[in-house]
């Protein structure tokens, strides 16, 4: 056959063996992709969706093969992104899905269309602790709503840019509190403040980490005017000092610390929160 088919009413009135024949034979490309929508014989599905010249007409067939390690072989190897994508929708083994995104590391979009697959926690945590590539952790991380989960993951992963990634889905405050408090890196800490409810376990965090980012980041959570006075008070460095002063809007007691502070630097900066107060001078 050299023209084009008939539609897809016409073909409805074909054989299997009909159809099949048409696949083999039509160079029209619609044609075939519709004679392979009405193929039953899952043989000839699998030898379409293998080897058709044409990534249209092996989407199609893609779309109808169940047999599992088939789809996984075109899912990790056709040239085509559709393709690709057609076989890992076909997919329903979690850990079949996960062993596609450890071979599949260089193609993100089919690494994260895989992932949207997969509900079981135990296999993204398995993922996560696996996989090489940064992005396509992160994208883990984002499939992942267990809590308990994502806290295992932002105590006790290796890199730091994951367990970030996993604290910023976390309610629970005691975890929250638990890591701002003990996670060896700073920058962690610091975000895990920036979701912390308690007040109280911010101020001591702002009183006793011992990295000024962190400490920083406490005191912008701050809105006790004295707990913010002894800071600028007592805290060793500048940039706490700075972030204490600019959270203060109480005037009397800024002009209270205004006398007690002797540093000619200082009382400038604190005469110009003043003024940004609205108090003259």
């Known amino acids: 056959m050299?023209?084009?088919?008939?539609?897809?009413?016409?073909?409805?009135?074909?054989?299997?063996?009909q159809l099949v024949e048409l696949v083999m034979s039509t160079p029209d490309i619609q044609g075939r992709a519709e004679a392979v929508q009405l193929l039953e014989d899952q043989a000839v599905l699998i030898h379409v969706a293998?080897?058709?010249?044409?990534?249209?007409?092996?989407?199609?067939?893609?779309?109808?093969?169940?047999?599992q390690q088939v789809l996984v072989k075109i899912a990790c190897n056709d040239p085509d992104y559709y393709v690709r994508l057609a076989a890992v929708k076909g997919i329903t083994d979690p850990s079949i899905l996960a062993g596609i995104i450890m071979k599949s590391q260089d193609d993100y979009y089919i690494c994260k269309d895989a992932l949207h697959k997969i509900r079981d926690h135990d296999v993204l945590a398995a993922l996560v602790e696996a996989l090489t590539d940064r992005d396509i952790k992160s994208a883990a991380v984002q499939a992942i709503t267990d809590q308990q989960v994502l806290a295992r993951i932002a105590?006790?992963?290796?890199?730091?840019?994951?367990?970030?990634?996993?604290?910023?889905?976390?309610t629970d405050q005691e975890v929250l509190t638990y890591i701002a408090r003990t996670d060896?890196?700073?920058?962690?800490?610091?975000?895990?403040?920036?979701?912390?409810?308690?007040?109280?376990?911010?101020?001591?965090?702002?009183?006793?980490?011992?990295?000024y980012f962190v400490r920083g980041q406490a005191v912008t959570r701050i809105s006790d005017m004295q707990v913010l006075k002894e800071?600028?008070?007592?805290?060793?460095?500048?940039?706490?000092?700075?972030?204490?002063?600019?959270?203060?809007?109480?005037?009397?007691?800024?002009?209270?610390?205004?006398?007690?502070?002797e540093d000619a630097y200082m009382q400038r900066k604190i005469r110009l929160r003043l003024s940004e107060l609205g108090v003259q001078f």
């Open 50 to 67: 293998q080897n058709d010249k044409e990534s249209f007409v092996r989407q199609s067939a893609v779309e109808k093969v169940t047999d």
């Open 155 to 170: 105590r006790n992963n290796k890199d730091f840019y994951v367990r970030s990634d996993a604290l910023k889905k976390i």
């Open 184 to 211: 060896s890196d700073y920058y962690v800490r610091a975000l895990a403040i920036q979701q912390i409810d308690d007040p109280e376990v911010i101020r001591s965090i702002a009183f006793k980490d011992q990295d």
């Open 231 to 261: 800071i600028f008070l007592s805290d060793p460095d500048f940039e706490v000092r700075r972030k204490a002063l600019d959270n203060m809007d109480d005037v009397e007691v800024l002009q209270e610390l205004l006398r007690q502070v």
């Open 2 to 17: 050299e023209k084009p088919i008939g539609g897809a009413e016409q073909l409805r009135d074909l054989t299997q063996h």
